[in-house]
Structure formats: C-alpha cells, structure tokens
C-alpha cells in the first residue's frame, strides 16, 4: 500500500504569491495559461497529502494531481 | 484546552439581524439557504460539506439564531487538530447541557471530570434523549476531529438519536461516517459547495447591502471571477468598502490570473494599518487568543480594542464568548498568516512560540504550553512540563490528556528524555499495562544520574512515586514500603517552588502506602497515613485524590471500631457522590467496606445491598487487592447465611485473586481458614484439608505480621474436626489461639474460637464448659457488635445451653438469637418508602427491562449505553423507589404503576 517515492505534478488553479507558494517548498513552480503547476519530489503517501492538505486549507482549487511514471528507477 | 462549545440563545452579541449594520459588512441574510437548512434538518441528519471560505460556519450560526424560537440548539465547533475524545464529548455534553451558561473557553466542566470518552458520549446520548423539546446538535469543523474513538462513538450516536433529536455535521470534507443505513430510509440531507454560492442577485443584494457603488458590469465581473465563492466576495467587500475607485478595484481582480483567496486577504491586509497587520501577523501561531496574550505576541498594548473592531468589520475575526474576550481567526486566514508569518520573521517564530508557551501555561492551559514548546524546538522544556503535570492528569482522572500530549512527541524521544518516560510510564500505568510502565521507568531511572542537580532530586522522587504506584499495583508490597522510606528522605529538604508540587507527589505516596498497609495487615498505619493522605489532598485541592484515600479509609479503620470503619466508608462514598465519582473503582473499598462492616454486625440485606454496588463499580485490574477483600465479604455474607456452596465459590474466588498478587495479602490466612470451614460445613473434610495443607507450607514466608492471623487456620482446623466428630481434636487445635495473648489475635477470630471450643464442649457433655464458651464469645463480640460469628458457626444449639440469667450480655444474645432465627436485624439504616422522586426517562427505559431475565449488560446491549449507565440508571431507581433490589423495584414500579404500557 506504500505509495513509493516519485515526482509529482499538481496543477492549481490561478498564479500563487509567495505566500501561499511558501507552502510548497520542496517543489518546483511554474505558471502555465493561468494555472500553477508545483513539480517535486514526494516521498511518501503522507508527503502526497500534506501536500493535498495544504491546497485545502488555503482553499486553493486543485486541477490536476499526477505522478510522472518512471521516476521510481531512480530511486535505490 | 477545551473544544469551544456555544448554544445560540446566548450569542447574540456580534450577530447579524436584517438591517443591522454586520449585513453592510459582508453578512447577508440568505433566505433561500435558510430555507434550505429547514427542508435539510426535518431528516435527522444534515451533512454540510464544502471547503473552506464557503461560508458553511455563518450559515449555521444564522440558522441556528433564527430557530431558537422554535427548538433548542446546541452548537459545538470542534477545537482545531482535535485528538481527544474525551474533551470533545465533554464539549458536546457542555453544549447540551447548558444552554443558558455563556461559555468561557477555559471552563473545565466539573461535572464530567473523571468521565472517559465512552462514558462521556453516552451521557451525551442521555441527555439528548432526556430533552423534552426538539433538539438541534450541530457540530462544527468536525473535519477537525483526528480522534478515531470520537467517531466511531458519534456514529453509535447516530445510530441512537432519538425521534425528535437532529444532527448536523459541517465538515471541509464528506465525513469519515457510516451513513448509508440512514440514507436508504432517506434521513440524510446534503449541502454541498454548490448550494453555498451565492448567486448573482445575491451578490448585488450583498454589495447594495454594504453600502458599495458598483456598476451591474462591475457587480456581474466580481461574481464571475470569485463564482459566489463566500469568502471571496466577503474579501472583496471589505475592501472594496474602504476603496477609492471600486470599479478600479474589480477591474484589477478580474484581470490579474492571482488565485483569489490569497490576492483578497492580501488586499485586505494591505488596507489594515500596519499595527494591525503586525498583531494579526504575530498572533496566528495561537488558535485562539486574548487581549492580554495578543499584547504579549505583539510586544504593545491595545490589541484588544483591534480584535473587537476587526470582529465588527466582519474581517474573519470570531468572538467565541458573549463577553467578547476570546477570538479567533478564521482558518482560511489563520493559514495565510501563518505563512506570511513563517516567510518573513522565521527567526521570530521560536521567541514567539516560548511566550505564548510561557503564557498558557502561566494560565494553566498546560495543554497549548506544551504544543508551543515543542513548536519552539525546546524539547526538554516540553518534556518536563509533561512529566510535571502527568500526576495531575491522572488524579484528575484526564488520562487521555497525557496520551494526546505524548503523541505529539516523535516516537522514541522517551529515549533522551527522562521527563518523557516518566510522562509514559504514567500513562502506561494507568492504561494497566504494567510491564510498559516498568520499561519506561527504567528508562527514566537510567538518566537521573545525567540530570542537573537540582532537577535530580525532582525526578528521583517522581520516579520512586510512580515506582510505588507500580509496586502496589503488582501487589509487590515489601517494595512498596521501601520506595516508601526513599521518599520520605528525599523529601526532607523542600525548596518553595517544590512544595506544591511534592505536596501532590507525597500525598499519592502516602495514598499507596497506606493501600498498601492495609493489605500487608498494619492496620494502624494504614489508617493513619491514608487519614493523613486525604487531609493533604484537601489542603493542596485534589479532590480526586482525597477520595481516593478516604475511600481505602474505611477498612482500615475496624482497628478503631467496626462502627467508626462503616462511618468512615460513608462518608467516603458521600464525598464522592459529591463529586460524580459514585461510579468509579476507586469507591469500591469504600462501598466493601460498608457493607463488609455491616455483614459482621448481622445486617446481612444491608450488606448485600453495599456490596452488589460495590461489585458494580470495581475493577480487578485497577485494585485487585480490594477486590479481594470484596469476594471476601460476599463469602462471609453467604457463610453467615448459611449458604454454604456459595461461600465455597465466593472464598475460593477471594483465594485466585490473592494468588495473583506478587505479595502476600494481610486476608490470606482468613480466606485460606474460612474457605476450608466452610468447605467442611459442606461435607467435603478432604477439601478442607487440602486448603489447609496448601497453606501450612507458607507461614514463614508470611512473617511475624501475619502470627495473629494463623488463629484463622487453627479455628478452620477445629471445623474439621467438629464436622468430622472429633471434638476433642477441636479443642486441641483451638489452645493455640485460646492460649494466645489476646492483642495478638484478633477479636473477632477470638469470638470464633470460643463458639467453636463451645460446640466442642457441647457435644462432649460439658454444659457449663460450652456455656462459659459462649459467654467468653459474647463478651469479646459486645464491644463491636460482632454477631456474624455466631451465624457463621451455627451456634443457636450452644447459645441455648446457656442461661439467660447467667449472661451479663442479655441484649445482644437476644438479637443474636434473632438473627439466627433468620429474622431481620435493626438496622442503622432508614428505609425510604415514601413517594417516589420523579423517574427521568432514561431511568424509566431502564426499568422498563427490570421485569425480564436480560442481565445488566445486556441491558446496556438492548439500549445501546455503556453498563456504568445502566448501573447507573439502575441505582437511582432503586434509590427513588425505596427498593433494595431489582425484585422488590419491579415490585414497587407495579404498585406504582410505572410499568404499565401507554407512557413510552
């Protein structure tokens, strides 16, 4: 049931300040059409929805959460 | 540390009205939504279910302001991150019961001290059920509750509302709750984020409401770019009111591609003053804050002034008293803060934590004082607040609060930390997991020597406190008198700052030694350090404590008078009934007590009736050597009727249960004696003598302490052989206790040697030697009334041998020979047969079931409550009914009519 470590891209609805960016800080941002992708590493399923949490409670809108196949190879 | 519990009759104060001028600052009257929550709560339950901002929270509190007329409303808001059952039934429980008590955040409810989260919910249940209106529960922020316990009990909840009771949960999420059964009969109603938006005529209403100029384009752009998202359009308005250009401001909204809810707060703040903007900055890392602690975070003065006009500007900022003098922010912006707080003055963040630490706990909130401080990275300081407070959790019956506060700890940091496993071990005793709460002092006791000096002695004394609560538990009780003296020595040198704390520590010491000098047969000194226990209890406020001591008082105190010991255990049970503790183990000694004193004064119904509510709230885990003494006196009370099976199995239940003790229990050689007695008086002498020879291989082992005692196993001795028609043999085995020096032995085992060297005599020819028995025998028992003896040894042949005029003790051989005639004998007691007290109707439920065979717990079963309830239940309706047990109150409910069919 252990979701393994890999690269994540979630997409949000809108551009984030650094506020609210300051709540992401193990990934990467980038701004496409209006929307804000947050790329990075997740460790684990916890990571994963900590990161889902904190989308909830600054009441963002999430679009999209994906992990990027292939990723788990690099992982020893 | 409490959850905030408000009931609406109250809350007036802040809250909008049609026309008034919170409408004009974001609030708007909704009628469709209001509407909507009618239809929703004529199912009995409504789930809300939106994320945050969608105005879920002003919804309900409008709602429930509109409909107090109509029915009562309790509202509870789940406290954030919410990990304890038991204060959040204890805050349901609050909200429902008080609905007219403004509420202060930091009101411990007195009442429900001491309930554990079960016990709390089924209170809860009760209480509903008992309400003679409709009654509304609404629970808010229940996406807050982390507690799996807490929601599998609301479930069970659920599943027990009673008819007219409604249940509403709000959540940021579907909640985590079985609801399906409900949803087939359809008994769910759903608000979802859709029903919450407003609409766009709503949205021009809510800015002509706020007094703000805005074109339709203007007024149709905010609606399509915040889609009537609550919070958003409540941003935009507190904004916008103060603004300059409003169209400009739209404009600029709708054009930028910022997500909103940041960009809104953002503009908010922006238009704060900068004093303002500092406070709000300063003070988001508390959930909930003061004027007082507000000034403290922001380092200046006038922080209350700020909140309150926040508050009335609408500006997410939440009275959560009628008085207004606690806040908080609400969550959406609470997060956004702390962010901005975190990104721009990271390095204030650790000094800001350890002040409102210092603050909580200053306040007694040791709960949020320990949360600040692990936030602060100062875990030592947090481990010792922990270790320092653990006592008091666990006399204030708030174990889970220890539980909840060690999770917040990383697994394993007990490791470093002395503080830490003494916090664990605590806990881990009190949960009876006694081989944990032994690694976890070891633990503790292999770091002492690296403490610092001064708090070495601090913990060594906290150590051999918890070390003797383990050792009496175990029933190891020589350890016990060792940890004793330790802690007697460490305590000779107190520091000031000490006193209070140690007062504590030292009266726990004193209620386990005297515990265990009860058991171990040191009667004298049991009584007097537990006498001395409860009075230190009082003087430093720890109720739970004194009761604790006053409760174990009672056995002890027959070295006084037997009368005074059934006195004592009275009052225990009074002081407790005070206090709401009736039910819990640590009465039971006390109601043994009573009732064992009043078996050997002969009242053997008012025994019973004592000891069946002492066996109603004991807990063999919790007190296993009071335990013993309970199946004891259930022996005597069936050896003194005659019963002679059933004091078998009642004094070999007493033997198992002291064979599980590491020690050696002051009752062995007595149970040991009267078990094998009354397995002779059965007919089986082979038993008896196997009893016996179990035992003689252990009396060294028993020490001087227990010499006395052996006259137990010599008078068993004389039963065999009298049962075995060797009466000379008897009265061999009774010279060892005759011939004794008499403080040596016990009075009431010498009462028994001479009934038994009387019936010896008796049946050997000696008239005038049995009736010198019988008065030896009835001159040692005056004193204290001790007729159980005589009913014990069925002596109504012996004492008939002797003639009346012949006795100096007239008066109580006359009712000992009533009592063996099996009439009943005077009580002390007072029966009350006068009209009954009103049933409430959870007791009328309960008595409902009197009539059948279903035992208690399945009583509990059938009516879906915890067995405390129903015994609950059971005893005020045996007490309103003047009944002495479930016969005689099904007796009495017919007489009186309560069990006939129409009332429901």
Redesign the interface.
């Known amino acids: 049931m252990d979701t393994p470590p890999g690269l994540y891209t979630i997409r949000i609805r809108g551009r984030l300040g650094a506020t609210a960016l300051s709540a992401f800080p193990s990934m990467e941002c980038e701004l496409e059409r209006g929307e804000t992708v947050l790329t990075g590493m997740l460790e684990d399923r916890s990571a994963v929805f900590g990161v889902l949490g904190q989308i909830e409670a600054l009441g963002l809108e999430l679009l999209e959460l994906r992990r990027i196949p292939g990723t788990l190879d690099q992982c020893p | 540390m409490t959850s905030m519990a408000t009931t609406q009759r109250e809350r007036h104060t802040g809250q909008p009205t049609p026309g008034d001028a919170s409408v004009a600052r974001g609030l708007l009257e909704r009628a469709d939504l209001l509407q909507q929550l009618d239809r929703a709560v004529t199912k009995r339950v409504t789930v809300i279910s939106a994320?945050?901002?969608s105005g879920k929270t002003s919804l309900l509190r409008a709602w429930a302001d509109r409909s107090t007329e109509l029915r009562r409303v309790a509202f509870v808001s789940v406290k954030r991150d919410q990990q304890n059952a038991q204060q959040f039934w204890s805050a349901v429980l609050d909200a429902i019961r008080n609905p007219a008590r403004p509420t202060d955040p930091k009101a411990q409810p007195a009442a429900t001290a001491g309930l554990d989260a079960d016990q709390l919910a089924d209170a809860a249940l009760s209480e509903l059920t008992d309400q003679v209106e409709p009654v509304v529960l609404i629970i808010d922020d229940l996406h807050e509750l982390k507690s799996a316990d807490a929601l599998t009990q609301l479930e069970r909840l659920l599943t027990m509302l009673p008819g007219f009771a409604r249940l509403v949960l709000s959540s940021?999420?579907d909640p985590p709750i079985k609801l399906h059964q409900l949803r087939l009969v359809g008994q769910v109603a759903e608000i979802r984020a859709g029903d919450l938006r407003f609409t766009e005529s709503e949205t021009r209403e809510l800015l002509a409401a706020s007094g703000i100029g805005l074109s339709d384009a203007g007024a149709a752009a905010l609606y399509q770019r915040t889609e009537g998202?609550a919070?958003g359009l409540r941003l935009a308005v507190i904004s916008l009111s103060a603004h300059p250009d409003p169209e400009r401001f739209v404009a600029e909204f709708s054009g930028?591609?910022?997500?909103?809810?940041?960009?809104l707060i953002?503009e908010m703040l922006e238009r704060q003053p900068t004093e303002v903007q500092r406070m709000l900055l300063r003070t988001s890392l508390v959930d909930r804050l003061n004027g007082d602690l507000a000034d403290l975070l922001t380092g200046r003065s006038g922080s209350e002034q700020m909140l309150l006009e926040l508050e009335d500007a609408n500006a997410f900022v939440v009275s959560l008293d009628a008085e207004r003098t606690w806040f908080r922010y609400h969550?959406?912006l609470a997060?956004?803060l702390r962010?901005?707080l975190?990104?721009t003055s990271a390095d204030e963040l650790g000094d800001l934590h350890r002040r409102a630490a210092r603050w909580f706990a200053d306040h007694g909130d040791v709960v949020e004082a320990v949360r600040h401080t692990l936030a602060a990275g100062d875990w030592p300081d947090a481990a010792r607040l922990v270790a320092d407070h653990s006592f008091r959790w666990v006399l204030e019956g708030q174990a889970e609060t220890i539980d909840a506060v060690l999770q917040a700890f990383p697994e394993g940091a007990s490791a470093d930390h002395p503080d830490l496993a003494l916090a664990h071990a605590a806990a881990e005793l009190n949960h009876g997991r006694l081989e944990d709460a032994a690694t976890q002092l070891a633990l503790a006791e292999s770091h002492v020597q690296s403490a610092p000096p001064a708090r070495r002695r601090r913990l060594s004394v906290a150590i051999a406190s918890l070390r003797l609560a383990l050792a009496r538990r175990s029933g190891r009780f020589s350890e016990v008198i060792e940890q004793v003296n330790l802690l007697d020595a460490s305590m000779s040198d107190e520091s000031n700052d000490q006193i209070a704390m140690d007062s504590e520590l030292r009266a726990v010491a004193l209620l386990n030694l005297g515990i265990v000098e009860t058991w171990s047969g040191r009667l004298a000194d049991s009584e007097r350090h537990l006498a001395e226990g409860a009075e230190l209890a009082r003087t430093i406020g720890r109720p739970y404590l004194e009761v604790a001591c006053r409760a174990h008082q009672g056995f002890p105190s027959k070295t006084v008078s037997v009368a005074t010991a059934r006195e004592r255990g009275r009052q225990a049970v009074a002081l407790a009934e005070r206090y709401g503790w009736e039910d819990r183990p640590i009465v039971a000694p006390a109601l043994g007590a009573v009732g064992g004193m009043a078996i050997w004064m002969g009242e053997f119904d008012e025994g019973e009736r004592w000891l069946r509510r002492a066996w109603e709230v004991a807990d063999p885990t919790v007190d296993p050597a009071a335990t013993v003494l309970l199946h004891v006196a259930t022996g005597m009370l069936h050896a003194g009727r005659g019963q002679q099976q059933s004091a078998v199995e009642a004094f070999a239940a007493a033997a198992r249960m002291e064979s599980q003790l590491s020690g050696v229990h002051a009752l062995a050689p007595r149970i040991t004696g009267w078990l094998a007695a009354a397995q002779a008086r059965l007919g089986i002498p082979d038993k008896a003598r196997a009893t016996l020879t179990g035992f003689s291989a252990e009396p060294e082992q028993i020490g001087l302490i227990y010499d006395g005692q052996m006259g137990a196993i010599y008078n068993a001795r004389a039963v065999i052989c009298l049962t075995e028609g060797d009466p000379a043999g008897a009265l061999d085995a009774l010279q060892g206790v005759l011939d004794a020096t008499p403080p040596l032995v016990p009075t009431f085992t010498v009462v028994e040697s001479h009934l038994l060297a009387g019936i010896a005599h008796l049946s050997l020819g000696g008239r005038s030697a049995a009736a010198a028995a019988a008065e030896a025998a009835l001159a040692a028992a005056e004193p204290d009334r001790l007729m159980f003896p005589f009913a014990m040894t069925q002596a109504a042949e012996l004492l008939n041998a002797l003639p009346r005029h012949e006795t100096a003790h007239r008066a109580l051989l006359a009712d000992i020979v009533d009592l063996l005639r099996g009439e009943p004998v005077p009580s002390v007691e007072r029966e009350r047969l006068s009209q009954p007290e009103e049933l409430s109707p959870s007791e009328l439920r309960v008595l409902r079931y009197l009539p059948t065979n279903l035992t208690r717990p399945e009583i509990a079963q059938e009516l879906y409550v915890s067995i405390n309830t129903v015994n609950t239940h059971i005893r005020n309706l045996y007490s309103k009914l003047g009944a002495r047990d479930r016969s005689s109150a099904v007796q009495r409910a017919r007489e009186l009519r309560l069990l006939s069919t129409g009332r429901s």
Do not use: C, K, N
């Open positions: 994320p945050p901002g940021r999420r998202w919070a930028t591609d910022r997500a909103i809810g940041e960009y953002a969550q959406l997060d956004f962010l901005e975190r990104r």
